[in-house]
C-alpha cells in the first residue's frame, strides 16, 4: 500500500470538479514531500558558474502587482549582492501547488518557495522544507506569533511574509443606500449581525443584501468555534471540533439566509466562483462580507470607493471576546535540497529585514511582520494599507491564543467545508448530518 493514496475521483465520490482539484493536489503535495526523503542520498556539493556566481530559483503566487514589487525587491537584492542572481518563477494558486509538488518529486524544487499555511506542515513534516534557524535570518524584529507559525519539529521552516487578520469588510455606500447605521464592531453580537444585515437587504433593491455567506472558508468557521471554545485543530495535529459544533455554525447560516441576511443558496454558489473584483462586495451587492484584512486593498480599488474594517461580532458584545489571531499570510520557505542554503537564507533575511525589501513590497502580503521595517514603510503606504495597519495594531491586546498549525492534509479542510455549506444551503443534508459526514472525512484527510 503506498504511504499517500490518492484520494478516489471526484465521479466515485460525489465530489464536485473543485474539491477534486484541490484534493488531487493536497495528495500531490505529500506524495512530492515525502519523495525528498529518497531523494535526499542523491544530491551533488553546492555548485556555482565558473565566474563564482550564483543563481537560485524563487517561486511565488499571485497577480500581476505581486510579481511587480517582487521583481523591485530582487532588483534591489541583486544590486546588494552582484554574484547572487535570482530567477524569478511565478503563476496563479489554482496551478501553483501542482507545480511544485511535481518539482519537488522530480528533486527540482525552487531554491525559495512562497509557502502557505494549509501546506508547510505538509512539506516540513517530510524533509522538503530547510531548517532556517541554522542559517543566518534574524527574527528578533518579527512578531511572535507570526514567527512561531513557521516552527514545528522539523525547526523554523518559514518565515513569514505578512501577517494579516480574518475580517468582516462593509461597503458603507450600500448601508447609507439603506439607511442603516454601519454597526459598532466593538460591541456587536451574532443577533446584531443577523439584525443589522436583514435590515439593509430590506431597505435595499432586489439582489442586493445585507452580508454575503460564510461557509466557504476556514477563517469563519476558525472564529466561531474559538467563541464557543473549541478550535479548528489541536496541537497535537487532529481536529478540535465535533459535529455538533460545525453544525451550529450551519444552523446559524441557515437562519440568515431564511431572513434574507444573506444571499440565497445559487447566489451563494455562484458568488463563490467570482474573481475577487466581482465579488457582491466590490459590486456593491453585499453590505458585509467575510475576508482576510490584506484583501482591502484590492477590493476597496475594485468598489470603486471606500471600504471599512470590521472586528467579527462576538457571542457577548466585547471585542476582547472576539478572538481573533495574527494570520501568517504566506511565508518565505526554502527547499531542503537547495544546493546553496547560505545564498539562500540571505535572500529570506533580505526579505524579512532589509528596509529596501519592504520598500518594494510594501504591504502586498500583509502588515510587514518586521516592526521596524513596517516603520519605515509606513509613510509609502496607501490609504488603504494604511487602514489594515491601523486596523492590526488596534487588534493586537484583544488576540486570543494563537491558534495550531493545520496539520499534515489540512489543505484538503476548505473545499470539505464548500461542499458541505453547499450542501446545506440546498436542503439536501440536516446540519447534523452534514457536520457528521464533514469531520469523517476531514478526520481521514488529516490521518492518511
Same mark, same amino acid.
Given at each position: /500500500?503506498?504511504?499517500?493514496?490518492?484520494?478516489?475521483?471526484?465521479?466515485?465520490?460525489?465530489?464536485?470538479?473543485? =474539491?477534486?482539484?484541490?484534493?488531487? @493536489?493536497?495528495?500531490?503535495?505529500? %506524495?512530492?514531500?515525502? @519523495?525528498?526523503?529518497?531523494?535526499?542520498?542523491?544530491?551533488?556539493?553546492?555548485?556555482?558558474?565558473?565566474?563564482?556566481?550564483?543563481?537560485?530559483?524563487?517561486?511565488?503566487?499571485?497577480?500581476?502587482?505581486?510579481?511587480?514589487?517582487?521583481?523591485?525587491?530582487?532588483? +534591489?537584492?541583486?544590486?546588494?549582492?552582484?554574484?547572487?542572481?535570482?530567477?524569478?518563477?511565478?503563476?496563479?494558486?489554482?496551478? &501553483?501547488?501542482?507545480?511544485?509538488?511535481?518539482?519537488?518529486?522530480?528533486?527540482?524544487?525552487?531554491?525559495?518557495?512562497? /509557502?502557505?499555511?494549509?501546506?508547510?506542515? !505538509?512539506?516540513?513534516?517530510? $524533509?522538503?522544507?530547510?531548517?532556517?534557524?541554522?542559517?543566518?535570518?534574524?527574527?528578533?524584529?518579527?512578531?511572535? %506569533? %507570526?514567527?512561531?507559525?513557521?516552527?514545528?519539529?522539523?525547526?523554523?521552516?518559514?518565515?513569514?511574509?505578512?501577517?494579516?487578520?480574518?475580517?468582516?469588510?462593509?461597503?458603507?455606500?450600500?448601508?447609507? @443606500?439603506?439607511?442603516?447605521?454601519?454597526?459598532?464592531?466593538?460591541?456587536?453580537?451574532?443577533?446584531?449581525?443577523?439584525?443589522?444585515?436583514?435590515?439593509?437587504?430590506?431597505?435595499?433593491?432586489?439582489?442586493?443584501?445585507?452580508? @454575503?455567506? &460564510?461557509?466557504?472558508?476556514?477563517?469563519?468557521?476558525?472564529?466561531?468555534?474559538?467563541?464557543?471554545?473549541?478550535?479548528?485543530?489541536?496541537?497535537?495535529?487532529?481536529?478540535?471540533?465535533?459535529?455538533?459544533?460545525?453544525?451550529?455554525?450551519?444552523?446559524?447560516?441557515?437562519?440568515?439566509?431564511?431572513?434574507?441576511?444573506? =444571499?440565497?443558496?445559487?447566489?451563494?454558489? !455562484?458568488?463563490?466562483?467570482?474573481?475577487?473584483?466581482?465579488? $457582491?462586495?466590490?459590486?456593491?451587492?453585499?453590505?458585509?462580507?467575510?475576508?482576510?484584512?490584506?484583501?482591502?486593498?484590492?477590493?476597496?480599488?475594485? +468598489? $470603486?470607493?471606500?471600504?471599512?474594517?470590521?472586528?467579527?461580532?462576538?457571542?457577548?458584545?466585547?471585542?476582547?471576546?472576539?478572538?481573533?489571531? &495574527?494570520?501568517?499570510?504566506?511565508?518565505?520557505?526554502?527547499?531542503?535540497?537547495?544546493?546553496?542554503?547560505?545564498?539562500?537564507?540571505?535572500?529570506?533575511?533580505?526579505?524579512?529585514?532589509?528596509?529596501?525589501?519592504?520598500? +518594494?513590497?510594501? +504591504?502586498?502580503? $500583509?502588515?510587514?511582520?518586521?516592526?521596524?521595517?513596517?516603520?519605515?514603510?509606513?509613510?509609502?503606504?496607501?490609504?488603504?494599507?494604511?487602514?489594515?495597519?491601523?486596523?492590526?495594531?488596534?487588534?493586537?491586546?484583544?488576540?486570543? !491564543?494563537?491558534?495550531?498549525?493545520?496539520?499534515?492534509?489540512?489543505?484538503?479542510?476548505?473545499?470539505?467545508?464548500?461542499?458541505?455549506?453547499?450542501?446545506?444551503?440546498?436542503?439536501?443534508?440536516?446540519?447534523?448530518?452534514?457536520?457528521?459526514?464533514?469531520?469523517?472525512? /476531514?478526520?481521514?484527510?488529516?490521518?492518511?
Amino acid at each position: /500500500m503506498p504511504l499517500f493514496p490518492r484520494p478516489a475521483s471526484a465521479a466515485a465520490s460525489g465530489a464536485p470538479a473543485k =474539491p477534486k482539484r484541490r484534493l488531487r @493536489a493536497t495528495a500531490a503535495v505529500a %506524495a512530492a514531500a515525502a @519523495a525528498v526523503l529518497a531523494l535526499s542520498a542523491c544530491g551533488g556539493p553546492a555548485q556555482s558558474s565558473a565566474d563564482g556566481k550564483v543563481e537560485l530559483r524563487f517561486s511565488w503566487w499571485g497577480g500581476d502587482k505581486r510579481a511587480q514589487v517582487t521583481q523591485a525587491a530582487i532588483a +534591489a537584492f541583486e544590486a546588494q549582492n552582484p554574484n547572487i542572481k535570482i530567477k524569478a518563477e511565478y503563476g496563479d494558486w489554482s496551478g &501553483y501547488w501542482d507545480k511544485l509538488a511535481t518539482q519537488v518529486a522530480a528533486n527540482d524544487a525552487p531554491d525559495i518557495i512562497q /509557502m502557505d499555511e494549509k501546506y508547510i506542515t !505538509e512539506y516540513s513534516s517530510r $524533509g522538503a522544507l530547510l531548517d532556517l534557524s541554522k542559517y543566518s535570518v534574524d527574527t528578533s524584529k518579527l512578531d511572535e %506569533a %507570526a514567527l512561531n507559525a513557521g516552527k514545528n519539529e522539523k525547526g523554523l521552516t518559514g518565515i513569514a511574509a505578512g501577517i494579516n487578520a480574518a475580517t468582516i469588510l462593509a461597503n458603507p455606500a450600500v448601508f447609507k @443606500a439603506a439607511g442603516v447605521a454601519l454597526p459598532d464592531d466593538k460591541t456587536w453580537t451574532w443577533e446584531d449581525f443577523e439584525r443589522i444585515s436583514a435590515e439593509v437587504t430590506a431597505k435595499s433593491p432586489k439582489g442586493t443584501y445585507g452580508a @454575503a455567506a &460564510y461557509g466557504t472558508d476556514e477563517a469563519s468557521l476558525g472564529v466561531w468555534l474559538r467563541q464557543n471554545g473549541k478550535s479548528l485543530y489541536t496541537s497535537d495535529g487532529k481536529l478540535g471540533f465535533e459535529p455538533s459544533d460545525i453544525a451550529g455554525w450551519w444552523d446559524f447560516l441557515k437562519q440568515l439566509s431564511e431572513k434574507k441576511a444573506v =444571499p440565497s443558496a445559487s447566489e451563494v454558489v !455562484e458568488a463563490e466562483a467570482a474573481p475577487l473584483d466581482q465579488s $457582491g462586495l466590490a459590486t456593491g451587492k453585499n453590505g458585509l462580507a467575510f475576508w482576510w484584512s490584506n484583501q482591502l486593498p484590492a477590493l476597496e480599488k475594485a +468598489a $470603486g470607493g471606500e471600504l471599512q474594517v470590521l472586528r467579527f461580532p462576538s457571542k457577548t458584545g466585547k471585542a476582547a471576546d472576539t478572538q481573533l489571531w &495574527y494570520k501568517a499570510s504566506q511565508f518565505w520557505s526554502a527547499s531542503s535540497r537547495t544546493k546553496h542554503p547560505e545564498e539562500t537564507a540571505k535572500f529570506i533575511n533580505f526579505l524579512a529585514n532589509d528596509k529596501k525589501a519592504g520598500q +518594494a513590497l510594501l +504591504a502586498d502580503r $500583509g502588515v510587514y511582520p518586521n516592526s521596524e521595517v513596517r516603520a519605515a514603510i509606513q509613510s509609502k503606504l496607501t490609504p488603504a494599507d494604511v487602514k489594515v495597519v491601523k486596523f492590526i495594531d488596534q487588534i493586537k491586546g484583544e488576540l486570543g !491564543e494563537a491558534p495550531a498549525p493545520p496539520p499534515k492534509g489540512a489543505g484538503a479542510i476548505q473545499e470539505i467545508i464548500k461542499r458541505y455549506t453547499s450542501e446545506v444551503l440546498f436542503n439536501r443534508l440536516s446540519t447534523q448530518d452534514a457536520g457528521t459526514k464533514a469531520v469523517d472525512e /476531514m478526520k481521514s484527510a488529516i490521518s492518511s
